[in-house]
């Protein structure tokens, strides 16, 4: 057990008093919120430059109000209004006679100028619009520019024309124009928690509403940090063990150890990396929720199922991904066992969001009790809101301590006589042949 | 009993009473190998090996590249285990378990290269006898010239300086049984003498040693018992004097005026050796020596000449070399 204990040292310090840990422990809340940082950070970097929008309006009532929307736009949008500094390009609306005899040929002019810079975009407004009937090509409303799909003009235009066209509709079917606005009104379908007692006062608490963050957020960036933590504790075994062998390293160490320590020793090793870093992180969020007062949005259940379910994920893939190392004699071979040993953690990855969105779901549901996949999944699906039953994270945890053990039972098996083989690509049947055999 | 006395010296480090001691007791023995065979797909590696290594004494195993020396010292570390026969180390069967009174020094160093010397040496030591091993560490630092680069990291060593490093590793427990592959593969002679006085304190000491070589004049020189492996078979086992009591006088050296010119076509002569200088024939058996003497005279003047016992190198060229290849072809 000393020697056990060493060697967890030796591949604790070996990873941990290393400047690229430390620069990783930084850099990985900001590269995981990257994203969202970036994002906020590139707000003000749009493109200023005024846009000229030709408008071929064949229902004659549309440019009109187009005119005086883009002026209203023009003097609230473009400008900041505290530095008077330009954040937005202004809009200019140009209307043009559409060409009945050749509309192909205008659409060409009209794209060439496109193309010259000379002009942004150019809409074509069919001529049925007011009310939508017979053939659609009558009733379209087509925005013709470089990048239309991404373009904000087109946004811009979807919500300025459509309110427009209806409040016209409602006024032809006779209704009062005043009543437009209500009637046209949106109501937003609430997202409600349930109505649960006050288990201090005994009295019922009103349902919190559940936002985004909740419903989302939470159990993805437990389900990423697993992720993460996996990667960092039981992906570098694959690589360091084949170091190990061809160094011949652990050819002294077996003269230390017996294989299954030395194993051990990696292992563990690797899990502590990981505990370390998730305390720093999980201790770190709590800390900084807390100071911002966001402290209700820390979902306490799940840190202990994180824990147990980390800690088995790193052992189980640990063991296969050390015992699949020891097979292996250079680094080719490793890089090419990466990606079957990481499916326990990959294809999680792929199937999340349909399993976050419908947790109850029995495709969810038997998903999440499949050992290799439990830790992640049954992590994702108790941390959503929905609740799922009591007993599958416990049945789950039972078939995956069962499948940790037979992994690392095989693992050892195959480590025991990989560590030692020289020479050839790593086979499939020899492994099995290992772990059978011993 | 032998490794209670043996323990006691060793930590005592007086040096007299080792001796005396030493002489006085009984050897038994630290390994004792019983018919072992070792297979690896249709190589036989080791092939019915029977070998006992007395306590305190120094063995050198020699055999040509790829005869089976490394196999068999893996086999006795209990890295693998042998297919069939039995290993017993200080008396006990240790199949499966790694033994602290054992030090291993592979024939492939390896080490960290990111360590420092001293922090590797302190792991390799405590990873091996579960205690801490500061003071040991500096102690062969110092004795092995290395004080200097204890806190260099191992990439930056020379390979020699590495060879001596992994030789601390294995020494620095303290282990009873010492088993190096080709430790002198690659030393410079200082440090061959460097190495070669370490091994020699550490068996005064009380330690028994394993080493295999390449190096015919190391084994002669320094072990006690010479063990040969060619073709995964033993083939010579003893002491270097009666091994070549085996093969008895039948070598004449002789320095002569007319040199290999005048030696050629001698009746009675197996082979002849040119060193330039210096010829050695072999004497093919039931032939007398004074004939073929008498014979070189009358061809020229003989300088000098000596009947001699051959020596290990010329014994080992006889068992693994081409011409014991030709005889085994023919």
Known sequence: ?438 | MCIVIANAVRQSHNLSVINVLLIGVIRMNVVEIENITKTFGALKAVDDLSLNVPQGSIYGFIGPNGSGKTTTLRMIMNIIYPDSGKIRIFDKEMRGTASERIGYLPEERGMYKKMKVRELLRFYGELKSGRKVNKEVDYWLDKLDLSDWADKKIETLSKGMGQKVQFISTVVSQPELIILDEPFTGLDPVNVETIKNAVLELRTQGATVIFSTHDMNVAENMCDFIFMIFKGKKVLDGTLVSIQDKYGSDTLRVRTEGGISTLKNLDGVEKIADFGQLQELRIAPDNDHQKILSEIMSRTRVYSFELAKPTLYDIFLRIAGPEAKEETDA
């Open chain 1, 1 to 438: 057990m000393r020697r056990v204990f060493r060697m967890v040292k030796r591949e604790y310090l070996a990873s941990v008093k290393t400047k690229a840990f430390i620069i990783m422990l930084v850099l990985m809340p900001v590269l995981m919120g990257g994203s969202g940082i970036a994002m906020y950070l590139l707000r003000g970097q749009v493109d200023t430059t005024d846009k000229q929008v030709t408008v071929l309006d064949r229902s004659g009532i549309v440019a009109d109000m187009l005119l005086k929307a883009v002026e209203e736009r023009n003097k609230s949008a473009v400008y900041d209004k505290k530095t008077r500094k330009k954040i937005q390009p202004a809009y200019i609306i140009d209307i043009s006679k559409p060409d009945e005899k050749d509309p192909q040929a205008q659409r060409l002019r009209l794209s060439d100028r496109i193309r010259l810079g000379e002009l942004h975009a150019f809409l074509e407004i069919g001529p049925n619009v007011r009310h939508p009937e017979g053939e659609q090509s009558t009733f379209s409303i087509k925005y013709h520019a470089k990048n239309a799909a991404v373009d904000n003009i087109r946004n811009w235009l979807n919500n300025t024309i459509n309110p427009y066209l209806r409040k016209v509709r409602i006024k032809d079917a006779g209704v009062d124009e005043s009543k437009a606005d209500e009637i046209m009104a949106w109501l937003q379908v609430e997202a409600m928690g349930l109505v649960s007692v006050d288990e201090e006062t005994g009295e019922i608490k009103e349902a919190k509403r559940t936002s985004e963050a909740e419903a989302f957020l939470v159990p993805v960036i437990l389900f990423f940090l697993m992720f993460m933590l996996v990667m960092m504790g039981a992906m570098p075994l694959l690589q360091t063990t084949m170091e190990e062998k061809t160094q011949r390293i652990a050819e002294v160490l077996l003269g230390c150890l017996k294989p299954h320590e030395f194993m051990a020793g990696k292992v563990i090793g690797g899990l502590a990396v990981s505990l370390t870093v998730a305390f720093i992180y999980i201790i770190g969020g709590i800390f900084f929720l807390g100071k911002i007062g966001l402290k209700d949005f820390i979902p306490f259940y799940i840190i202990p199922w994180f824990f147990i379910f980390l800690v088995l994920e790193i052992v189980m893939l640990g063991s296969l991904l050390a015992a699949l190392g020891s097979a292996c004699n250079d680094p080719k071979d490793a890089q090419n066992l990466t990606f079957p040993a990481m499916i326990p953690v990959f294809f999680p990855m792929f199937i999340f969001m349909p399993i976050l969105q419908e947790p109850t779901s029995s495709f969810a549901t038997w998903l999440s009790l499949f050992p290799p996949f439990t830790p992640m999944l049954m992590l994702i699906r108790k941390a959503a809101p929905v609740g799922i039953p009591a007993w599958q994270p416990w049945v789950g945890l039972v078939g995956v301590v069962l499948f940790t053990a037979f992994v690392v039972w095989v693992g050892g098996r195959i480590f025991r006589i990989g560590i030692l083989m020289q020479g050839g690509a790593p086979k499939l049947s020899n492994m099995i042949k290992w772990a059978i055999r011993g």
